[in-house]
């Protein structure tokens, strides 16, 4: 990653911190803040430490390497252009006459650049080589990065797997949890390719190869998390977008290809019979994922550059580095998602819905029912079928990125007749959901035209939670949003102590006054802080459940579930930052923030 470092250097997006630091919480706090900040930056830490184990490191972290809208341009370019190259490619048709015919071949011609070239030296990566027992994974600076990780976690893994037959190979970016010094679990979801492929090798009774790469080009990154069809190679898409094919050398000790200039590659095998408890870890939801069984991979070698760089991300709250990512994802696959919804304009899947929770999707409306069908063509295509609530606009609506604008002409057009509430497949990570991997979808229909009657009566918030206490002792405190809207929102912070389906109906009375009420706990909850509401609730429903509608109002439950909302899974706790840690960090001068910002982003 050297090339990838002074890339930044050279753009002033590099900080560097010499001061040692522990692997344990300190490091992955500090890049979990740098990345909130307005002009954050990535972090390298050449002094990384191990308290715990009374040991230094001489390979250094890196991390947020998508730091800003800046850096991703620098590593995988113009995403609106690419986005464009990849439409011109899907609407080309037979050329006319001898010009036609030689940008045809100009097109064409530039994709040879496509499939990647395997190499018949060792690569870069290849440069010291350890198997055996000299494979440790403790030489490696590989991070522990909340207090409840089931341990140390590497978080920008390149998981490289193949099919049986080899004819399918697969990268994917899954968080890997350290064992030991000769294990890792492996934790490929049940939707995943390397899942797929995993089932094909247990029912031929086969151990399955895998490595993993670190570091090296960050395009490998991007690609690893690109939601592209099952079966497609993601470094096929490296070749499209950089005009040069990905170039791989085979494993030392399994069939694999790797890319030949990655930092390091973690080989091994996995046993289809071998399963272990993996977790919990803090996830990109916000919230602890919980401890599940998953495949185990056992270490066969580790190989490196002579002087390898360690790359890592971290996840957790919003405002993180898969924002930036994400955006070049958006933007790059738009063109690919308009040949399953050939009507779509455009779609926004923001930070804080944590992508597959909330998607904006702008569309050509033609007859009635269309965004319906829309919604139902999302639900069955790819990783889109992950999402859990999604909101259509027509095409006169403003632009998806432009939140206040656009959440007003939403709010203007709101019917509850036009809310589909289903079911379906979630992501394995929702924790909302009554059953693992199955759960609600709301769909909302906001293609109509405006509504033209404010049908309640508005109070100010003081006068409003008045007469809502005096029905509650529970409800806390109360904001009014968007009161310039045909939808008003509410929102309450309550102490629950039941059901809020039974809260709702308690405050029917009100509902003169109530458009759209949104129950929170008051525990962890700002309601001054729209952006990390949207994150709550959205994180927190299963429109199944947690959707109330009476005469026109609904009510929304973004409260933690329990027994009394009939779920009986276990709620994880929320990501935050250990505050000894950060006060510690604090007074060192290594982190320079003010009590406001730890407090908007959740940090503690």
């Not at 490619?89 to 395997?118: E, W, Y």
């Not at 995993?198 to 990154?221: L, N, Q, R, T, W």
């Not at 569309?363 to 259509?392: E, L």
Request: aromatic residues 10%; contains cysteine.
């Amino acid at each position: 990653m050297n090339k990838t470092i002074q890339l930044l250097k050279q753009n002033n997006l590099l900080k560097i911190i010499d001061e040692p630091l522990d692997i344990n919480l300190e490091i992955p706090h500090i890049a979990y803040i740098e990345v909130k900040k307005e002009d954050s930056k990535a972090l390298l830490f050449t002094n990384p430490i191990d308290k715990k184990n009374n040991k230094t490191f001489s390979t250094p972290v890196l991390m947020n390497v998508f730091c800003s809208p800046k850096a991703v341009e620098l590593f995988i370019g113009d995403a609106n252009k690419i986005a464009n190259e990849i439409e011109s490619l899907l609407k080309m048709k037979p050329p006319v006459g001898f010009s036609g015919k030689i940008d045809m071949f100009k097109k064409l011609f530039n994709l040879k650049n496509v499939p990647p070239k395997r190499l018949k030296t060792k690569g870069l990566s290849q440069e010291i080589i350890k198997q055996g027992n000299s494979a440790k994974l403790s030489d490696l600076p590989i991070l522990t990065t909340w207090e409840q990780d089931g341990g140390p976690f590497i978080t920008m893994g390149q998981v490289y797997t193949q099919s049986l037959d080899g004819k399918m190979q697969n990268l994917g970016m899954y968080r890997l949890q350290v064992y030991n010094d000769g294990q890792l679990g492996m934790h490929w979801q049940i939707h995943k390719d390397s899942n797929h492929f995993f089932h094909e090798y247990k029912k031929a009774g086969k151990k399955m190869p895998v490595s993993i790469g670190i570091g090296g080009d960050p395009m490998y990154i991007w690609c690893g998390q690109a939601p592209l069809p099952i079966g497609v190679f993601e470094l096929l898409l490296y070749g499209f977008v950089k005009k040069e094919n990905a170039k791989l050398v085979k494993s030392i000790t399994n069939d694999i290809y790797v890319p030949y200039d990655v930092d390091f590659v973690i080989e091994g095998f996995v046993d289809p019979n071998k399963m272990k408890i993996e977790g919990p870890f803090g996830d990109h939801t916000g919230y602890y994922t919980l401890e599940e069984e998953y495949p185990v991979l056992d270490i066969t070698c580790i190989t490196s550059k002579t002087n390898p760089v360690f790359a890592a991300t971290v996840v957790g709250k919003p405002l993180l580095e898969d924002k930036y990512m994400g955006y070049a994802t958006e933007r790059i696959f738009l063109p690919l998602l308009k040949t399953t919804a050939p009507d779509l304009i455009d779609y926004y899947m923001p930070e804080n819905g944590v992508f597959h929770n909330l998607i904006l999707a702008k569309i050509n409306v033609n007859y009635p029912g269309h965004a319906q069908q829309m919604m139902h063509a999302f639900w069955g295509v790819g990783q889109m079928s992950f999402v859990k609530h999604a909101i259509f606009v027509s095409s006169d609506a403003p632009e998806l990125h432009d939140d206040e604008a656009i959440t007003k002409w939403i709010l203007n057009r709101i019917k509850i007749e036009n809310l589909l509430i289903t079911k379906g497949v979630v992501d394995a990570l929702d924790h909302s959901s009554p059953k693992f991997a199955l759960g609600g979808k709301l769909g909302i229909d906001c293609t109509n035209e405006p509504l033209n009657l404010l049908d309640i009566t508005l109070l100010d918030d003081k006068e409003l939670l008045t007469k809502m206490q005096d029905i509650s002792s529970t409800i806390i405190s109360l904001k009014q949003y968007h009161t310039d809207t045909f939808n008003p929102i509410t929102v309450i912070s309550v102490n629950k102590k039941k059901s809020q389906k039974k809260l709702f109906k308690k405050l029917k009375p009100l509902f003169n006054h109530i458009k759209i009420l949104v129950i929170v706990d008051d525990k962890n909850n700002d309601l001054t802080n729209p952006y990390m509401l949207v994150w709550r609730v959205v994180n927190n429903i299963d429109s199944n459940r947690d959707i109330f509608i009476s005469n026109n109002t609904v009510g929304i439950d973004g409260t933690n579930k329990t027994k009394v909302d009939g779920f009986y899974r276990r709620w994880p706790d929320d990501v935050v930052c250990t505050k000894s840690v950060i006060d510690d960090l604090r007074e060192r001068n290594i982190i320079n923030v003010d009590d406001h910002f730890i407090k908007f982003w959740g940090i503690v």
